[in-house]
């Protein structure tokens, strides 16, 4: 059974600064690794999506780093800006099946 | 494109009745995903439809939850009787042909007092 885990839980950071979020899964046989990021009480808005055959992916500032023999991935937000506080969620979808499964997630905070 | 549509937003019920979820993906896809959001599990995938068929219910926490999908362009997910625990947010997600991500609706908070 795949399980995801992010740590941290909770992040507060100046604005500013350059952050790293992290994403560790146990079964290394996936199909895509995908973030999300999730507002108060609303909906999930996908960030970035890595395929088991790609090593990143860069949106503006954001970079998602992908190793799947350690079962790891990274977000990396650069410039960090208040607008950036949300909880952001990995999800891991294994190989040859449909069901994703979700980190609880790390909320952040960006301090003006 | 509207995205995936949820109705209600909120609802707010007592043990015991019966509730219904609503869900409209986006037009095109083929995959809809229902969700249930609780602060201490998490995301947990409930049910999930291809070409309205369902595939793989094994979410689905007990009988009194049930889902259907009659047509591209709708999907239900009722809980009969609801009970407190049920409280949570529920999401619908939807992933078109040979796509990767999947596509949230806004969620529909339940209260069950």
């Known amino acids: 059974k795949q399980e995801v885990t992010q740590i941290p839980a909770a992040l507060s950071v100046p604005e500013g600064e350059n952050l790293v979020l992290n994403c560790s899964f146990t079964?290394?046989?996936?199909?895509?690794l995908q973030w999300f990021r999730q507002d108060p009480g609303k909906g999930l808005t996908s960030l970035l999506l890595?395929?088991?055959?790609?090593r990143e992916q860069t949106s503006g500032r954001l970079n998602a780093s992908l190793d799947k023999s350690s079962g790891r991935s990274t977000l990396y937000i650069a410039a960090s800006q208040p607008g950036d506080s949300a909880t952001y969620l990995c999800?891991?979808?294994?190989?040859?099946?449909?069901?994703?499964?979700f980190g609880i997630g790390t909320k952040l905070q960006v301090i003006p | 494109d509207a995205g995936v549509i949820q109705s209600p937003r909120h609802e707010v019920t007592e043990m015991g009745q019966e509730v219904t979820l609503r869900c409209k993906p986006i037009?095109?896809?083929?995959?809809l995903f229902w969700y249930r959001q609780t602060m201490m599990r998490g995301l947990e995938l409930l049910i999930y439809?291809?070409?309205?068929?369902?595939?793989?219910d094994s979410g689905m926490p007990e009988d009194r939850f049930s889902a259907k999908m009659p047509n591209a362009s709708f999907s239900t997910l009722k809980i009969q009787p609801s009970e407190p625990r049920d409280s949570a947010v529920y999401f619908c997600?939807?992933?078109?042909?040979?796509?990767?991500?999947?596509?949230f609706g806004p969620g529909t908070r339940l209260t069950v007092l």
């Open positions: 439809f291809n070409n309205n068929v369902p595939i793989d």
């Open positions: 079964d290394s046989a996936i199909y895509n």
């Open positions: 037009s095109g896809h083929d995959y």
């Open positions: 997600a939807s992933r078109g042909p040979g796509g990767h991500e999947q596509f």
């Open positions: 999800a891991v979808r294994p190989g040859g099946y449909q069901k994703v499964t």
């Open positions: 890595i395929q088991s055959s790609q």
